[in-house]
């Protein structure tokens, strides 16, 4: 099962907390765990990462805290996720580096995997954080053979 981990989700919650309030005010990571009903400890460790990444700018201070580097639609949900876990790959061979399978030279599925790769990276690249604040829907389009192939659709025209 391909699972992302819980602190990535929370890394998502945490990041459309700040795109809400975008331009309005800086935020502290105790109002982002109040706000987001997740522990302090938690949070501050996220923001850090967040901000190590580069998808955070912070403001020391009294009146400090954090806001979003980019604006919303700039941010993808593949950045975050690749803030918290790493690199996007659903298997050993649709990495950069060679020779972590031993069967890579003469797998069968090599090819099929690199392209689902990159299918779902695709998708994870068109949404943004911009979408995760608005309501998502699953719809469904078809293929030029007429197989049913799902497809999300935003409030935006993609």
Do not use: W
Not at 11 to 24: F, K, P, Y
Not at 85 to 96: L, W
Not at 119 to 140: C, N, S, W, Y
């Amino acid at each position: 099962m391909v699972r992302l981990g819980k602190l990535t989700d929370y890394a998502l919650v945490l990041m459309t907390c700040i795109a809400r309030s975008e331009g309005q005010t800086l935020r502290t990571a105790r109002d982002l765990a109040s706000e987001s009903r997740l522990p302090l400890s938690t949070v501050s460790k996220l923001l850090k990462e967040l901000l190590q990444s580069g998808m955070l700018t912070s403001h020391r201070g009294t009146k400090g805290g954090y806001i979003l580097a980019r604006g919303p639609r700039d941010i993808s949900v593949i950045d975050i996720i690749a803030a918290i876990e790493g690199p996007v790959a659903f298997t050993e061979c649709t990495t950069d580096v060679t020779g972590l399978c031993g069967i890579e030279p003469c797998c069968p599925i090599k090819k099929n995997q690199q392209v689902i790769n990159q299918a779902v990276r695709g998708v994870l690249e068109k949404i943004t954080l911009a979408d995760l604040i608005e309501p998502l829907q699953l719809t469904a389009i078809q293929d030029a053979r007429g197989r049913i192939v799902p497809s999300i659709a935003t409030g935006r025209i993609q």
